[in-house]
Each structure stands twice: as C-alpha cells, then as structure tokens.
C-alpha cells in the first residue's frame, strides 16, 4: 500500500475522494487498512490546518441541556436563580468566570467552550 502524507489542500481534497470511494471497505482487508491510514491523515491535517472552533458558550450550554435532558432549572446550582439562567440562556447576561468554572466543575462542559475572551455575545 502506497500512502503519501497530505500536505496541500489539494492533498485533502484527493484524500477525500479516495475516502470516498472505500467506504464500504471491510475491516482487515487490504482496502480496510487503506481506509483507516487515510482517515487518520485526514483527521491529523484537518486538526492542524482547518481547527473545529469552539461553539459560543450559551450554545454549548444548550447543546449539553439537550443531550442531557436537563431543563433550566437543573442549572440554578451552577448559575444562581431561576431568573438569572433565564438571563444567560437568554443572553441578556454573560456568563461570569465563577459560573463557568461551576458550569464545568459541576456538569462537565469544557471550560474553553465557556469562557471565550473578547467575543460578547450578549443581547443589544
């Protein structure tokens, strides 16, 4: 098997199609191992040159509400209130740093989801 390292954004695009093409390889086959080289490439040259950016923070926080099955109310311990979750998934209030760090502590979502320095995505 003759793999070559993706250096361009044409490498990407021809490793994708390639991709493409064996999708319905088996594992353990000659097009299985192929497949699986080259998903690694791709996902180690997407990483470095095309990073995911982090979602806005009140989307992350809805994201995990969602996925969990919580409601607003399983945040007051974390963000104070009822009145005040309602501000921050509202955006009218931005997080505060001690809310993040509890939003993180407490239920897990990643700290650099939360705090994103310079952005303010609050209401007008």
């Known amino acids: 098997m003759t793999v070559f390292p993706i250096r361009t954004a044409r490498d990407h695009?021809?490793?994708l199609i390639e991709i493409?093409?064996?999708?319905?390889?088996?594992r353990g086959?000659?097009?299985?191992?192929?497949?699986?080289?080259?998903?690694?490439?791709?996902?180690a040259w997407e990483s470095a040159n095309d990073p995911m950016p982090?979602?806005?923070?009140?989307?992350?926080?809805?994201?995990?509400?969602?996925?969990?099955?919580?409601?607003?109310?399983?945040?007051?311990?974390?963000?104070?209130?009822?009145?005040?979750?309602?501000?921050?998934?509202?955006?009218?209030r931005t997080l505060t740093l001690r809310m993040a760090w509890r939003l993180h502590t407490g239920l897990g979502l990643p700290a650099g989801s939360l705090i994103r320095a310079g952005e303010d995505k609050t209401a007008a």
């Open 54 to 92: 982090l979602p806005d923070p009140i989307d992350a926080i809805r994201f995990h509400m969602e996925q969990n099955g919580l409601t607003a109310i399983d945040l007051v311990p974390f963000i104070g209130g009822r009145n005040r979750v309602y501000e921050i998934l509202g955006r009218k």
């Open 13 to 15: 695009r021809r490793a």
């Open 29 to 43: 086959t000659p097009e299985g191992d192929r497949l699986d080289v080259l998903a690694t490439l791709v996902e």
């Open 20 to 26: 493409e093409g064996l999708m319905d390889a088996r």
